[in-house]
């Protein structure tokens, strides 16, 4: 398996949540409903294999508080127990701009770590597995389902603006496009209880 099952998944988060608390996991929980209730509509993909990759997509976050380091640790974490496809999702799901620069959060890391960083977004090719965890971690907030727009802002907010800021976002809007088209409906319509969510975050 390039992932941990949904069990092993599951476990992981808990185990990380003693280690690290704080909204993360439940955001990586709604993450993962997400990206399970969108590949599920979508032909070719596999919802199962979805659900895990976004439940374990932030897993980095494990080791403690950290910015940018936590795709870092979570892409070592993952390479070390043969979830491949996991581990390249842990640094994958923030560069929906191919340019390991674009990221708005501090480069908490050395030279040497930020080298591999930027050598691995330039030469990962992304599949749809990549593309649907970068646009599912934006419909997830910590009490549910969002709109793209809320944790935009909510982003924004805690980690400011540069300007990659735009480009990001319409990077997004292109993926949320594409999966509503392949979907036959607005991805929106895929997640359920997001009215009541919306309103609740709003
Ligand atoms: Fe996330």
């Known amino acids: ?20 608390p704080g909204p993360w996991i439940d955001h990586s929980r709604w993450c993962a409903r997400a990206c399970e209730r969108i590949a599920h509509a979508v032909p070719g993909m596999e919802a199962e294999k979805a659900y895990c990759l976004g439940l374990m997509h932030d897993i980095g976050r494990r080791v403690g508080r950290c910015k940018e380091r936590h795709m870092l640790e979570g892409h070592r974490y993952c390479a070390e127990r043969g979830w491949t496809d996991a581990a390249r999702i842990c640094i994958t799901h923030s560069f929906m701009i191919k340019d390991v620069s674009s990221s708005l959060g501090g480069w908490d890391m050395d030279e040497q770590d930020y080298r591999y960083m930027e050598r691995f977004v330039a030469e990962t090719s992304y599949d749809d597995y990549d593309r649907l965890v ?8 910590p009490g549910g389902f969002c709109l793209l727009e809320q944790r935009f802002v909510d982003v924004c907010m805690r980690y400011g603006a540069n300007e990659n800021l735009i480009p990001r976002w319409r990077a997004t809007y292109d993926i949320k496009d594409d999966f509503s ?5 607005p991805v929106y319509d895929l997640l359920p209880g997001i009215r009541e969510s919306v309103f609740r975050e709003a």
């Open 134 to 141: 970068q646009l599912c971690d934006s419909l997830a907030l």
């Open 181 to 185: 088209r392949r979907a036959g409906c």
């Open 1 to 20: 398996m390039l992932y941990p099952e949904r069990r092993a998944a599951e476990a992981e988060l808990e185990a990380a949540g003693l280690l690290n």
